[in-house]
């Protein structure tokens, strides 16, 4: 296949029936914008230069076209006059930008059409250039062909014109073979029809379809490529559309990675975006979202419901209920249930973030464990520490952030406080409740020097005849004001208990 001279991609309308002060083309499906996906299928044929038509929320749409397509060709459509007058201007800034920009095939597209593939843009301008046509449509058949342009062939099967449903007779709107809105010509050909059309029809409008006819009385070639899926050249012109094109598209990148060797147990509630990658033998439970960037590598298994945007998940890891954005996720490490990993979480090979621990910009080491009803922001935790239940890293002071740095092998107790900036060191124990907010030496114990009051027989004296009075006196409490004024000290306080653990699990 010849390299293509262009792809001009049209989206200079508003698109009013989507109701938003987003763009339509803009309108995110499965992981991309609509014109996302679009321009993604304009790079497949490789032509030499990608022209973006803009109009309506051009100072949105361009950028996001050129971040798609670095060195795309912006064509400004500064009033929407018809699809014909749209390409002249996508020429226009073509030729503008290289003399010899319609020498070759150019093609045409919309840019609300999500679902098409590069492989079709590919056989249709193979199947162009072969023939050696002037122009060929991307047609298509449909049951319900209403509101599509119609194709209209002669006896033999050559097709005449393409005719607008406003513009139509009966008889050519009982035709379903339709116009998707794709094309290749011929670049110079192109260019000198598009200034023979006029605005002569029943919406006052410059339309593209009429170079068909010119092509005709011309004499020049014209023909149709027939798409058996005429489903990815449907566009999206409101929220209904694009909730159906979704759900089409998102089942055929299931239906993708399941030939891949992923287990997807519920197709119906799993959503992957087309920019996920998954490795074989993974297993994506139900109520699974994996967006953006996501990787998920062998073994794995996400789910049941869990989001994960821009994560990468490491081989053998589990993923339970899960909500995390930007975290990486070592090999055979276990999060969830009920985890909440933010930007800049790296969890480290069998570790683990357990049920409702939160993370952000933290390092959690080889086999450490952050297991139940934690906070942590802006840590360090070394490889195999564990952190005890409930721990706050309170990492702000109100003014900054500061970070909290944890060493290995550490033991740190149930319901600390770790008031940033500090460090705990290597193989250090922490107490049960303390807060800790000096540095702890490597190997040294910290508890907050606290003692705890007895006050004997108080329930008796001060709640009497109440069920706990009761109890206490079955249990041969001690009598009402029987204070001896002996308040005990605690010895029995986090890490010193009998055991030596400092924490419940
Ligand atoms: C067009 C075709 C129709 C075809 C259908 C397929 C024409 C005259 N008709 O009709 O045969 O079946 O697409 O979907 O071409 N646009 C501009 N500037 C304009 C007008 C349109 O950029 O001045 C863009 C729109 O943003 C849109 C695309 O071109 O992305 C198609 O325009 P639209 O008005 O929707 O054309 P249809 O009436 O659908
Ligand atoms: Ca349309």
Request: hydrophobic share 40%; glycine share 14%; proline share 4%.
């Amino acid at each position: 296949m010849a390299r293509p001279a262009a792809v001009i991609v049209l989206a200079a309308g508003s698109g009013t029936r989507m109701k938003s002060k987003t763009m339509k083309v803009l309108h995110p499906i499965c992981g991309r914008s609509m014109v996302g996906h679009v321009l993604t299928a304009a790079v497949a044929v490789d032509a030499r230069r990608v022209v973006a038509v803009v109009g309506h929320g051009r100072e949105q749409v361009g950028p996001h076209v050129q971040e798609h397509v670095p060195g795309a060709v912006l064509a400004v459509q500064e009033t929407q006059e018809g699809t014909g007058h749209a390409v002249r201007m996508g020429v226009e800034a073509l030729l503008a930008a290289d003399a010899e920009g319609t020498d070759g095939t150019v093609v045409v597209m919309t840019g609300d059409t999500p679902l098409l593939e590069g492989a079709t843009l590919v056989d249709l301008v193979a199947d162009h250039d072969a023939a050696g046509r002037a122009v060929t449509i991307l047609t298509g058949e449909l049951d319900d062909p209403f509101g599509y342009g119609r194709v209209v062939r002669d006896e033999a099967g050559e097709v005449l014109a393409v005719v607008e449903e406003k513009d139509a007779t009966d008889e050519q709107r009982a035709v379903r073979e339709i116009n998707s809105g794709i094309y290749a010509f011929d670049g110079r050909f192109l260019a000198d029809a598009l200034g023979r059309i006029t605005n002569d029809n029943a919406k006052g409008e410059y339309y593209l379809t009429d170079v068909v006819a010119i092509a005709r009385a011309d004499g020049a070639s014209v023909g149709a490529h027939v798409t058996d899926d005429v489903m990815q050249t449907e566009g999206a012109n409101d929220r209904a559309q694009l909730a159906a094109l979704g759900a089409h598209l998102n089942r055929r990148t299931l239906d993708h990675w399941m030939r891949e060797g992923v287990t997807v147990v519920d197709p119906s509630t799993t959503w992957i975006d087309v920019t996920v990658t998954l490795e074989r033998d993974t297993t994506v439970l139900p109520g699974v979202q994996l967006l953006g960037a996501t990787t998920v590598a062998e073994d794995a298994v996400v789910g049941p419901d869990s989001t994960l945007k821009d994560c990468e998940v490491g081989p053998g890891a589990k993923v339970v209920r899960t909500h995390g954005e930007l975290a990486v996720i070592g090999a055979g490490a276990n999060v969830g249930p009920f985890s909440y990993l933010r930007p800049g979480t790296v969890l480290g090979e069998g570790g683990k973030i357990g049920a409702f621990v939160e993370t952000k910009n933290a390092r959690i080491g080889d086999g450490a464990k952050v297991p139940h009803l934690s906070y942590v922001g802006d840590a360090e935790i070394g490889e195999q520490t564990n952190i005890g239940a409930g721990t706050i890293f309170a990492n702000y002071d109100g003014v900054a952030k500061h970070r909290t740095t944890v060493g290995r092998h550490a033991r740190t107790g149930s319901n600390n406080t770790f008031v940033a900036p500090v460090t705990i060191g290597d193989g250090a124990v922490t107490g049960g409740g303390t807060v800790v907010r000096r540095d702890v030496p490597a190997g040294a114990l910290a508890v907050n020097d606290v003692q705890q009051r007895v006050v004997e027989g108080w329930v008796q004296e001060r709640r009497p005849g109440t069920p706990a009075a009761e109890a206490a006196g079955a249990a041969g409490a001690a009598v009402a004001g029987a204070d001896t004024g002996r308040d005990q000290t605690d010895t029995s306080q986090g890490a010193t208990r009998d055991d030596g653990s400092p924490t419940p699990g």
